[in-house]
């Protein structure tokens, strides 16, 4: 059997999709800033599509950008406040993708002021460590929303609360929760959402930004003015259109049949001895697991599940070859004996239970050879 659990990484696209995206590549493949009929009909369907995403947001059209990714928009947010400030002081925590820190960290070369914000156990910040680290040139506060290793789920609504209360934009990477976990702009205190369309089974290459009205942004890369004039470029219709067809048919029984199987699987293999959760129970992502095993490497674990046709990661797919303690982990505290043993199964609204029971046949007896042939024991 093949079972494919690394859907934090990417996802297989929808049918659906698929069938949306395809006449935008061979009947309606105009430009969408040419003038004529071609490049009327691609700016059409572009427009529709920003609209799609926009109402899932409970956003303006216009205040949607679309990039290449995640990791893009990111890069756009943060960079784009900070660049457009000059100087300044930016919050974020130890737990953010790497396309937030590594961002911050470039920035610190350029004399900016980065805070990374400590998490506790089950990588929460504290919204009280937060609140003390606000200094009077602090420019912007970026703030994960669903954990991409641990699936920890942070409160934005308080989070967006303390940014307003002091008058400071709020940046957070919705890349993995956008379409499992509600996300309202008109609720919460948010002026910059990235999200990514390959995390909910549309195509890769395309993502987008929500730019709150009235925030400005130098942007990063120059050319015509696409975008608003935030990111030059012609625009990719095709995905666009395919990343709206994903979101449309995104639904809550989806997200529930993910949390069904997430907690079948976490109740079942936590039988076995020395294994840890990695992360909450709850105000958790739909379809994270994330697992310690003491005494173990997760990529010997990784290595005999993929022999076995199982698909799974330790960690960030964007860290994955750099074979380096995990830093989420780190940020925990995860005792050594757990450390280097993480392995994370993401599912996604197309896995099964049939899936399921064959890797709690298979994955036992992995832990089971491995620890035998540890030094430090079974």
Do not use: W
Not at 16 to 40: D, I, W
Request: net charge positive; hydrophobic share 35%.
């Amino acid at each position: 059997m093949k079972v494919y659990l690394d859907n934090g990484a990417t996802t297989k696209m929808d049918d659906a999709v698929l069938k949306a995206m395809q006449p935008y590549f061979t009947e309606k493949y105009g430009n969408a800033s040419s003038l004529h009929s071609k490049g009327q009909e691609a700016k059409m369907a572009l427009e529709e599509s920003r609209e799609i995403i926009a109402k899932k947001l409970n956003a303006r059209p216009d205040e949607i950008i679309f990039t290449s990714g995640g990791t893009e928009s990111d890069n756009l947010a943060i960079k784009g406040i900070a660049y457009s400030k000059g100087k300044g002081h930016i919050i974020t925590s130890k737990i953010e993708h790497p396309a937030v820190l590594k961002t911050c960290e470039e920035l610190q070369k350029q004399n900016f002021e980065i805070t990374y914000l400590n998490v506790d156990s089950e990588g929460f910040i504290s919204l009280q460590d937060l609140e003390n680290s606000i200094k009077e040139n602090t420019i912007l506060i970026s703030i994960i929303h669903a954990n991409n290793e641990i699936g920890t789920i942070q409160d934005i609504q308080k989070i967006g609360e303390i940014c307003k209360k002091h008058n400071i934009p709020f940046h957070t990477d919705a890349v993995q929760s956008f379409c499992k976990e509600d996300i309202n702009v008109k609720k919460t205190n948010i002026d910059l959402i990235s999200i990514s369309s390959h995390k909910i089974h549309g195509p890769k290459g395309i993502g987008a930004l929500y730019v709150k009205k009235g925030n400005k942004l130098k942007k990063l890369i120059d050319g015509g003015k696409h975008e608003y004039n935030l990111r030059a470029g012609t625009e990719n219709v095709s995905g666009a259109v395919g990343f709206a067809k994903a979101v449309k048919i995104s639904n809550n029984k989806d997200t529930k049949h993910m949390e069904n199987l997430r907690d079948y699987f976490i109740k079942e293999i936590l039988k076995i001895e020395k294994v840890k959760l990695n992360g909450p129970k709850d105000k958790r992502l739909c379809n994270n697991i994330n697992l310690a095993f003491a005494y173990i490497e997760g990529e010997a674990i990784g290595a005999y599940l993929d022999a076995k046709g199982i698909c799974s990661s330790t960690g960030s797919a964007c860290s994955s070859k750099e074979l380096k303690t995990s830093h989420v982990l780190q940020a925990i505290n995860l005792s050594p004996e757990y450390l280097n043993g993480s392995l994370r199964l993401t599912i996604s609204k197309f896995t099964t239970k049939q899936e399921i029971d064959y890797v709690f046949q298979e994955l036992p007896k992995i832990v089971h050879k491995l620890r035998k042939i540890s030094p430090l024991g079974d």
